[in-house]
């Protein structure tokens, strides 16, 4: 079985192996990851690891074109044009802050499809992963390892109707028009199988819908879900607004930035889920490691962040999101523990 993840990056080289190294374990063998405009030398990772065998790395075709659309678009178009994910068994189009989390069986790929045999899509609904508190850039330590504080998975929690944003696993063989990055674009008039997170069968109106989350009794994470650590650390974050959002330019960052931290830093409750993997994860990207060159560009990304944060934490806007973003974080949790 070949499953294929469709994954651009930017700026993303202390988390790359820990991503890569979880996803290898749980059943995905086939990576296209695709570059633009790199400074922490992702790009290089990326190649190395190409050479190694585990990946492939392209640049993002919209570092040639610079059409309009944006990188995840210009790279969607690609993907689209390439015969390989319909050649695959699954494909799936996500991105490095992004992990399946599966609650089948061994928590293994395999384990989530033979749960659903019938599935032509998996609608895997983002659960968001606030930043637990934390506030420095720890970058030996693994993500799923520091962020375990997430929304609720259900909306009763919250008294209003929320959304969840939604990924797609994709069998190879669905009758696919175009390639999508939340979902695929289907044959007019196909007829397909596809279910929630739970392994319910989502109605048909659906179908041929452009479709970026579901709401209400819709989304479910019985069986999968998306961790999706969008945030990381405050630090962390700080390094995201200066890399600004892969499809358009935004006007007014620190409004932008602020209403980005209040919607994605949900810490409401805990979920250790995804931790039975953390001693493979670990034992595996300390193997990566032992490839000297991966070793020293795994380093100098984290060098390169490092630094990055000592000037933003003194440059504008930065200080100020910076300065904004403790404050939201404070108060948030402050409302969730006097309800």
């Known amino acids: 079985m070949r499953i294929t993840a469709i994954t651009p990056m930017k700026n993303e080289g202390p988390f790359i192996l ?17 570059t633009n405009d790199c400074a922490d030398g992702t790009d290089l990772i990326l190649e190395r690891l ?5 990946v492939r790395h392209l640049p993002n075709p919209s570092c040639v074109s610079r059409a309009e659309g944006g990188h995840h678009w210009a790279a969607m178009a690609f993907v689209d044009a390439m015969a ?14 992004e992990f399946l989390c599966i609650h089948a069986g061994q928590g293994r790929l395999e384990d989530l499809f033979a749960a659903v045999p019938q599935a032509d899509l998996i609608a895997v609904n983002q659960r968001n992963f606030g930043c637990s ?10 993500v799923i390892g520091q962020f375990t504080r997430a929304m609720a998975t259900d909306n009763a929690a919250y008294g209003w109707e929320r959304a969840r944003g939604l990924k797609t696993l994709v069998r190879g063989g669905a009758p696919i028009a175009r390639i999508g990055n939340h979902a695929p674009e289907l044959v007019p008039g196909a007829r397909v199988v596809w279910v929630n997170g739970s392994g319910a069968t989502l109605p048909e109106e659906m179908v041929n819908r452009q479709v970026k989350s579901l709401k209400g009794d819709m989304f479910g994470h019985d069986l999968v879900q998306l961790n999706h650590y969008a945030v990381r650390a405050m630090e962390t974050f700080i390094v995201k607004t200066e890399r600004g959002d892969a499809n358009r330019p935004v006007e007014d960052e620190v409004k932008y930035w602020r209403k980005y931290w209040n919607q994605y830093d949900d810490n409401l409750v805990e979920d250790l889920s995804i931790q039975r993997w953390l001693p493979a994860v670990e034992a595996e990207v300390a193997r990566l490691l032992e490839d000297a060159e991966l070793r020293d560009l795994h380093q100098g990304a984290i060098s390169w962040h490092r630094r990055a944060i000592a000037r933003l934490r003194t440059t504008e806007p930065q200080a100020t999101i ?9 108060r948030k949790l402050q409302r969730e523990q006097a309800a």
């Open 18 to 34: 820990e991503w890569l190294a979880y996803h290898r374990l749980i059943g995905i063998d086939d990576f296209l990851c695709f």
């Open 50 to 54: 190409d050479e190694l065998g585990l």
């Open 84 to 97: 390989r994910p319909r050649r695959s068994d699954w494909f799936i189009s996500f991105d490095v802050d």
């Open 133 to 142: 508190g934390r506030v420095a850039f720890t970058p030996d330590t693994p």
């Open 322 to 330: 910076l300065r904004q973003v403790k404050g939201l974080h404070d």
